[in-house]
Structure formats: C-alpha cells, structure tokens
C-alpha cells in the first residue's frame, strides 16, 4: 500500500522557519518524484517544489525561490523542504505527492501540477501569523 505521510508543520511567526518531512512507503522511493504542494482556504492547489529522487534535480516555484530548500534521504525514504523567512501568504496546508520518475525511459520533469502526481498525503497545516 502506497504511504505518504507529512509532518512537521505548525504555527510560526513571519521570517521564522518550519521544516516539514514527507515520509514515503509501498512504492521504489529512488525512482520517484516526490513534490511539495499547498493549498489555501478558497484557493487552488499549487505546486511548491519537487525532487526527482532518479537523478536529484530540483525545481521551485517563484515565490518561494531562495527561501525554500527541498532535500531527499533516500535511506530514509524521506523528502524534507526547510522553508526560511516564511511569510503570512504561506499560510496553507501542505501536501506531498509522488509520481514516476521515468516515462517512456525519459526523465520526468513536473510542471509543478497536482494532476502530474499519482499518490498523496494527507496535508500539515502550516500557519504563518504576522
């Protein structure tokens, strides 16, 4: 059975830090690509970050370039993204998701869609409070 598991969210104040893990299982972890995503009240769900945990490479969103970090442990099977200098409009639930890594034999990369992504958690709640 296919797990993903978020943790680490909470309550924190604008420019403190928070880092959340997403911790994998029922699936070849090296092999995937593990992706952040939040969701506000009344919004839509948008893409935060990904890992492709096949070859490393990273990609981020514009508004949280230079803030956010995504990182994988593969002993682990474990994705943490260390968000610093956190703003109000972070405030959402975060979600991870995981796809294939591989299509066709070609390297995957994500456009950063909730629609690229097979399997979910369940969401951390993270609130940032001015």
């Known amino acids: 059975e296919v797990q993903l598991v978020e943790s680490g969210g909470g309550l924190v104040q604008a420019g403190g830090s928070l880092r959340l893990s997403c911790a994998a299982s029922?699936?070849?972890?090296?092999?995937?690509?593990i992706g952040w995503f939040r969701q506000a009240p009344g919004k839509e769900r948008e893409g935060v970050s990904y890992i492709n945990n096949l070859d490393g490479s990273t990609s981020y969103a514009d508004s949280v370039k230079s803030r956010f970090t995504i990182s994988s442990d593969n002993a682990k099977n474990t994705v943490y993204l260390q968000m610093n200098i956190l703003k109000t409009e972070d405030t959402a639930v975060y979600y991870c998701?995981?796809?294939?890594?591989?299509?066709?034999?070609?390297?995957?990369?994500?456009?950063?869609?909730?629609?690229?992504?097979?399997?979910w958690g369940q969401g951390t709640q993270v609130t940032v409070s001015s």
């Open positions: 998701g995981a796809t294939a890594a591989r299509v066709g034999g070609a390297i995957y990369e994500p456009v950063l869609q909730s629609y690229e992504f097979d399997y």
């Open positions: 029922g699936f070849t972890f090296d092999d995937h690509v």
